[in-house]
Nanobody, 116 residues
Framework: QVQLVESGGGLVQPGGSLSLSCAASGLTISSYVLGWFRQAPGKEREFVASLIWLGGFTWYADSVKGRFTISRDNAKNMVYLQMNSLKPEDTAVYYC?????????WGQGIQVTVSS
């Protein structure tokens, strides 16, 4: 059974930083693209960042380039999203996801709120 479990969300002030973690189990990590998506109230879910396990190639949405960093820990089967210089418009529920040919597996989501 595939499980993706996010942690690390919360409330942060504008300009602050937050780190999200995603624990992956039940799948062969090296075969999947792992990513982060987010959904703000009243908006559709959008792509944030992704990486290929082998080689570590990464992709980012233009809105987060230079501020967010996706990374992984092979030994722990963990994926991380380091978020710096956070803005109120980054407020959303953030989801970890895994893709073989399509985004097949999703975590339950975790709230990130950027507010003073």
């Amino acid at each position: 059974q595939v499980q993706l479990v996010e942690s690390g969300g919360g409330l942060v002030q504008p300009g602050g930083s937050l780190s999200l973690s995603c624990a992956a189990s039940g799948l062969t990590i090296s075969s999947y693209v792992l990513g982060w998506f987010r959904q703000a109230p009243g908006k559709e879910r959008e792509f944030v960042a992704s990486l290929i396990w082998l080689g570590g190639f990464t992709w980012y949405a233009d809105s987060v380039k230079g501020r967010f960093t996706i990374s992984r820990d092979n030994a722990k089967n963990m994926v991380y999203l380091q978020m710096n210089s956070l803005k109120p418009e980054d407020t959303a529920v953030y989801y970890c996801a895994a893709k073989l040919f399509t985004w097949d597996y999703w975590g339950q989501g975790i709230q990130v709120t950027v507010s003073s």
